[in-house]
């Protein structure tokens, strides 16, 4: 069963879950993939409910995401198991089925064609509305240096090369899986 909630209402909730992880789930050619983000933002843009989220560019989720433009973000609420964030934080689903190895429960979403994840149930379903990688150029040196010395190769989970994508996302739904 999922219950409907007002987003903002859970702005809070959702912005302090960041800082241990919550789970970005794409699925193109019918892979479901979650990966661990800590980065994103909860606001207003172009009148809608909007998150932003930031993936680097060569990361598996950033082909996901070019073939099929959609996402849900999944917070945990109470306990749960951080192995969860742990694994699709560092592992890719290039290499492996995350969903299946680590024995996640899907959720039909209601609206976009990707399934949130059982385990943490606070979901967002969200549609990409714009996309933008993010320009070198305009990156102050101390960020440059703190985020992207370029000593890890792109492919690899800490990869460190790449820039990020940003990726803003209308959130056309939003509840609890219960
Ligand atoms: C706590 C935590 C937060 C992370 N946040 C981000 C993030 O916001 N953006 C990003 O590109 N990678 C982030 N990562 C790294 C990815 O989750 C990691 O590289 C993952 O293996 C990518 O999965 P994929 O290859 O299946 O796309 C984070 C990792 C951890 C452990």
Same mark, same amino acid.
């Given at each position: 069963m999922k219950? &409907? !909630? +007002? $987003?903002? +209402?859970?702005?809070?909730e959702v912005v302090k879950a960041l800082k241990t992880g919550v789970l970005l789930t794409t699925k193109a050619e019918n892979k479901v993939n979650s990966m661990t983000i800590g980065w994103?933002?909860?606001g207003v $843009?172009?009148?809608? *409910?909007t998150f932003i989220a930031f993936v680097r560019e060569n990361r598996f989720t950033t082909s996901q995401l070019e073939k099929n433009p959609e996402f849900t973000v999944n917070i945990p609420q109470g306990a749960f198991n951080k192995n !969860?964030?742990?694994?699709c934080g560092t592992k890719s689903g290039r290499d492996m089925d995350k969903i299946k &190895?680590?024995?996640?429960?899907?959720e039909t979403p209601e609206v976009i064609s990707v399934p949130g994840i059982? +385990?943490? *149930?606070l979901t967002l379903e969200c549609r990409v509305m714009y996309q933008q990688k993010q320009d070198a150029?305009?990156?102050g040196d101390e960020i440059k240096k703190a985020f992207y010395p370029q000593d890890i190769d792109s492919c690899a989970p800490r990869a460190n090369r790449d820039f990020h994508v940003a990726y803003y996302a209308e959130i056309v739904r939003a509840y609890i899986i219960e």
């Open positions: 219950r &409907e !909630i +007002e $987003i903002f +209402e859970h702005a809070g994103g933002t909860l $843009i172009w009148g809608k *409910p !969860i964030v742990g694994a &190895e680590l024995g996640l429960t899907l059982k +385990e943490l *149930p150029q305009a990156i």
